[in-house]
């Protein structure tokens, strides 16, 4: 995937008052993916909930319509279980409103892991962060 395409993707979650809280990719049909603890840190939960949230999540898409806030509702619900699976949300925009230039991200199915490249970004702080890397095998819980 291009810069430009990873760029076209990607989706800040934030707070009301603008902090950061995580990442989440566009996946395409208004929906976005991202982690259930970062949906739990963008509306100001204690803990992540069992139930999926009914608040709406503010996000912003950085790089094609910086400093525009959107909303999304959590249309599906997976929270952080004790065997380390789970962690899911999906997102959906809130009446379906969002940049033209949106584009969905791509997946793919890997079966030999270790030595593969990867890069991400991700907002440790306001301006965001691209990092990369070399994947090396699954944990015993099946995460990457």
């Known amino acids: 995937m291009t810069s430009e395409l990873l760029e076209k993707c990607l989706i800040r979650i934030r707070r009301s008052n603008d902090?950061?809280?995580?990442?989440?990719?566009?996946?395409?049909?208004?929906r976005i993916i991202t982690c259930a603890h970062v949906v739990a840190s963008a509306l100001s939960l204690s803990t992540c909930p069992r139930e999926k949230p009914e608040q709406l999540v503010q996000i912003e898409f950085s790089y094609i319509a910086p400093?525009?806030?959107f909303q999304a509702q959590v249309i599906e619900w997976q929270p952080p279980e004790e065997d380390d699976t789970?962690?899911?949300?999906?997102?959906e925009l809130h009446?379906?409103?969002?940049?033209?230039?949106?584009?969905?991200?791509?997946?793919?199915?890997?079966?030999?892991?270790?030595?593969?490249?990867?890069r991400v970004f991700g907002f440790p702080d306001e301006g965001g962060v691209h990092a990369h890397g070399k994947i090396r095998a699954r944990l015993p819980s099946g995460w990457i």
């Open 95 to 118: 009446n379906s409103i969002s940049p033209e230039s949106l584009s969905a991200i791509t997946f793919k199915q890997e079966d030999n892991l270790w030595d593969h490249s990867f």
């Open 19 to 30: 902090i950061s809280v995580g990442t989440g990719a566009f996946i395409g049909d208004g």
């Open 67 to 69: 400093g525009i806030v």
């Open 86 to 91: 789970g962690d899911l949300a999906i997102l």
